[in-house]
């Protein structure tokens, strides 16, 4: 079995060796199953196996610092093998140290791809261990292995951002920066987004197009996400709109995350999906809101919320998509406006009250006249409604040029 991990470890070298970029990452994956099985079968009981002098004297290329990082990835695969997840934890960490040193020296950006490894391996492994002591229910114990990936990793971003003067190592930084948003979004302390945003934007950095496609689209998802927690609805359309137009097609699953936050936000700021985009890309929860949108109808959005409130309640977005009642109320006192001009056209721009209150409650709202006055006063000071209430004749007095302002004039749909 010893032999196993020899040729093993012999790969590794010689993908150093040749500076195989692609292959020395796949080879340090935690989930590599070549890499595992190695690993499991030479650390069997039968087998005497000095693990630290086999990576010295098989992994000799580089310098001398890969047996220090492939003893530490295997001790972490060892660990993980065994369920020690706090010594997988240590040792993986030990890996990304060692390997860093040699990041920061070396000449060339091959090493940019097994440091991108390494650093998800770190990430992958800290999650691991926090869920294990979670359900350990220790009161000694704290799930701090994530939070401390955190603050290990903004080390190497300032590593990365200084690059040693090579531009092409400095292409590291937004992948760093990624995992970092990832880590702050789990523990939910987004505050911590906004100084490495700032310097993303910074002239120290590289221009941002010049960042490898997937991590400009990863970055912008995050950037949108938080920019729609934040109330910054146009930053957040914008932003998630760059990562919807580069997502490379393939990428369903990305595609359909991205939309689960692009989809509020363009409601929101009143443009409708396409027909057929909701289907495609499974986002069922969103179709009674849509079509809540579409018709005025105010019911089927309350349904609709409390329907997928969980899924909602997961993206984040419930509270966002409550802020479309307004937009609803407003199509369906359009309708009602339209009736009202075929009934009464010489006082078209006069609506009774009272007939919006009939209009709610057809559509299964039941409210008294303050309330239809209240709703209709803050349409009219969103600049949603353009016109004025008498409150004494209980009526709403509206623009003879354009009462009813288009929010957007546009659908939106799939750019691939």
Same mark, same amino acid.
């Given at each position: 079995? %010893?032999?196993?991990?020899?040729?093993?470890?012999?790969?590794?070298?010689?993908?150093?060796?040749?500076?195989?970029?692609?292959?020395?990452?796949?080879?340090?994956?935690? $989930?590599?199953?070549?890499?595992?099985?190695?690993?499991?079968?030479?650390?069997?009981?039968?087998?005497?196996?000095?693990? %630290?002098?086999?990576?010295?004297?098989?992994?000799?290329?580089?310098?001398?610092?890969?047996?220090?990082?492939?003893?530490?990835?295997? &001790?972490?695969?060892?660990?993980?093998?065994?369920?020690?997840? +706090?010594?997988?934890?240590?040792?993986?960490?030990?890996?990304?140290?060692?390997?860093?040193?040699?990041?920061?020296?070396?000449?060339?950006?091959?090493?940019?791809?097994?440091?991108?490894?390494?650093?998800?391996?770190?990430?992958?492994?800290?999650?691991?261990?926090?869920?294990?002591?979670?359900?350990?229910?220790? +009161?000694?114990?704290?799930? $701090?292995?994530?939070?401390?990936? %955190?603050?290990?990793?903004?080390?190497?971003?300032?590593?990365?951002? &200084?690059?040693?003067?090579?531009?092409?190592?400095?292409?590291?930084?937004?992948?760093?920066?990624?995992?970092?948003?990832?880590?702050?979004?789990?523990?939910?302390? =987004?505050?911590?987004?906004?100084?490495?945003?700032?310097?993303?934007?910074? +002239?120290?950095?590289?221009?941002?197009?010049?960042?490898?496609?997937?991590?400009?689209?990863?970055?912008?998802?995050?950037?949108?996400?938080?920019?729609?927690?934040?109330?910054?609805?146009?930053?957040?359309?914008?932003?998630?709109?760059?990562?919807?137009?580069?997502?490379?097609?393939?990428?369903?699953?990305?595609?359909?995350?991205?939309?689960?936050?692009?989809?509020?936000?363009?409601?929101?700021? %009143?443009? #409708?999906?396409?027909?057929?985009?909701?289907?495609?890309?499974?986002? +069922?929860?969103?179709?009674?809101?849509? &079509?809540?949108?579409?018709?005025?109808?105010?019911? #089927?959005?309350?349904?609709?919320?409390?329907?997928?409130?969980?899924?909602?309640?997961?993206?984040?977005?419930?509270?966002?998509?409550?802020?479309?009642?307004?937009?609803?109320?407003?199509?369906?006192?359009?309708?009602?406006?339209?009736?009202?001009?075929?009934?009464?056209?010489?006082?078209?721009?006069?609506?009774?009250?009272? #007939? =919006? &209150?009939?209009?709610?409650?057809?559509?299964?709202?039941?409210? $008294?006249?303050?309330?239809?006055?209240?709703?209709?006063?803050?349409?009219?000071?969103?600049?949603?409604?353009?016109?004025?209430?008498?409150?004494?004749?209980?009526?709403?007095?509206?623009?003879?040029? $354009?009462?009813?302002?288009?929010?957007?004039?546009?659908?939106?749909?799939?750019?691939?």
């Amino acid at each position: 079995m %010893g032999s196993s991990l020899q040729a093993y470890l012999a790969e590794v070298n010689r993908a150093v060796s040749q500076q195989n970029s692609q292959a020395l990452s796949q080879l340090i994956r935690v $989930d590599s199953l070549k890499a595992k099985n190695a690993v499991a079968g030479a650390l069997q009981p039968s087998n005497r196996v000095n693990l %630290g002098q086999m990576c010295e004297n098989i992994v000799s290329a580089g310098d001398g610092f890969m047996p220090e990082v492939m003893l530490a990835f295997c &001790q972490c695969l060892c660990a993980l093998q065994q369920k020690r997840f +706090p010594d997988a934890y240590t040792s993986i960490c030990s890996a990304v140290s060692g390997f860093v040193k040699e990041y920061k020296q070396a000449a060339s950006a091959w090493v940019c791809g097994p440091l991108f490894t390494l650093i998800w391996n770190m990430r992958v492994v800290a999650a691991m261990a926090d869920k294990h002591t979670q359900l350990k229910r220790n +009161p000694n114990e704290r799930p $701090d292995k994530l939070k401390d990936v %955190g603050n290990k990793l903004m080390k190497v971003f300032r590593d990365t951002l &200084q690059g040693a003067g090579n531009r092409e190592k400095k292409r590291a930084t937004l992948y760093v920066v990624t995992q970092l948003f990832k880590i702050y979004f789990s523990l939910n302390t =987004l505050q911590l987004c906004k100084n490495l945003i700032k310097a993303v934007e910074s +002239p120290q950095v590289i221009p941002f197009e010049n960042f490898p496609v997937s991590h400009r689209v990863t970055y912008k998802f995050y950037v949108g996400s938080l920019s729609l927690f934040n109330e910054e609805f146009q930053r957040a359309e914008q932003e998630l709109s760059y990562a919807l137009q580069h997502c490379h097609k393939a990428s369903v699953a990305n595609k359909r995350l991205i939309l689960q936050y692009l989809v509020p936000v363009k409601l929101l700021l %009143g443009s #409708l999906p396409r027909a057929g985009l909701l289907e495609q890309h499974q986002l +069922p929860e969103y179709v009674p809101v849509v &079509q809540a949108m579409r018709t005025g109808n105010v019911r #089927l959005l309350d349904e609709a919320l409390e329907t997928h409130q969980e899924a909602f309640f997961r993206t984040g977005t419930y509270l966002v998509l409550e802020r479309l009642r307004p937009s609803v109320h407003r199509t369906l006192f359009k309708k009602i406006s339209l009736i009202n001009k075929e009934l009464n056209p010489t006082k078209a721009h006069q609506l009774p009250l009272e #007939l =919006l &209150q009939v209009g709610l409650k057809c559509v299964g709202v039941e409210i $008294d006249i303050e309330e239809v006055e209240c709703i209709l006063a803050n349409l009219i000071h969103r600049k949603y409604v353009k016109g004025y209430i008498s409150h004494t004749k209980k009526i709403a007095v509206l623009s003879k040029a $354009d009462a009813f302002p288009k929010l957007c004039n546009a659908t939106f749909a799939d750019p691939t």
